[in-house]
């Protein structure tokens, strides 16, 4: 079946056709099976907030399809992309078990399916399962490394132009979005970009349009072609 956004929707864990390894989608059938009880399916349009930032958790969204973007913003409004997930990811998981309010905004990229569970029904659920808990740990630790990186760019990177690079490197290496014969469906905007990599829209747009004069980059509307991945990777140092 499919939604007026053009998506398809997935009607539990056991009929997804792409289950994603790692995540909490290739647990064991018992473990699964307990999962897909206590979920609640929805999709979601571009745009939609799954939470605000300061919120107490209500629970976990697990990601079946679509890209979610985690964002801070200060007092002043200045917004910072904290991450953006892929489908598999549990989103607001940290919160939810730790009980503090989300550190983030999740806004949806792009069309979505995911599934919810309260906090109460997914702790009660780690209780239950062990491996699951063993699991969250991992996602845990995969986490804290990701946002240790993200620092160490965000902080050691001497200019925007390597910190743009290192952005564009890490996109293609996503194999979610279908990288193939140096060609990426790139969503972000250029304002998305900044946040992401903390510089202006102007600073992104003057980078992005040097790196096509240069030929390293080409765009075809959200296509990008890397032509030069060793270019690339020598900006990024």
């Known amino acids: ?17 792409v289950r994603h ?14 999962l897909d009880a206590i979920s609640s399916r929805a999709t979601y349009p571009k745009g939609a907030l799954l939470f605000v930032e300061g919120q107490p958790p209500c629970g976990v969204f697990i990601l079946c399809s679509g890209r979610v973007k985690l964002s801070a913003s200060s007092a002043d409004g200045k917004t910072m992309i904290l991450r953006v997930t892929e489908p598999g990811e549990v989103v607001g998981m940290p919160e939810t078990i730790s009980g503090q309010p989300y550190n983030g905004t999740a806004e949806v990229l792009e069309p979505a399916q995911a599934s919810f569970i309260p906090r109460d029904r997914f702790l009660r659920f780690l209780v239950q399962h062990g491996e699951v808990a063993l699991r969250i740990a991992q996602l845990l630790s995969n986490i804290y490394h990701h946002t240790c990186q993200e620092v160490r760019s965000l902080g050691l990177s001497r ?9 564009l490197l890490d996109w293609v290496n996503r194999p979610s979005l279908g990288y193939r014969d140096g060609h990426v469906t790139l969503t972000l905007t250029h304002e998305e970009i900044a946040q992401m990599i903390n510089a202006s829209r102007e600073t992104v747009t003057r980078l992005l349009t040097q790196l096509k004069k240069d030929r390293v980059i080409q765009t075809r509307g959200a296509k990008m072609i890397v032509r030069n991945r060793k270019a690339l990777e020598e900006l990024a140092g």
């Open 159 to 167: 200019s925007s132009s390597q910190k743009l690079a290192k952005f």
């Open 21 to 34: 390894e790692g995540f909490l989608c290739d647990l064991s059938p018992k473990a699964l099976g307990a």
């Open 1 to 17: 079946m499919r939604t007026s956004y053009d998506l398809k929707v997935i009607e539990s864990c056991f009929a997804c056709p």
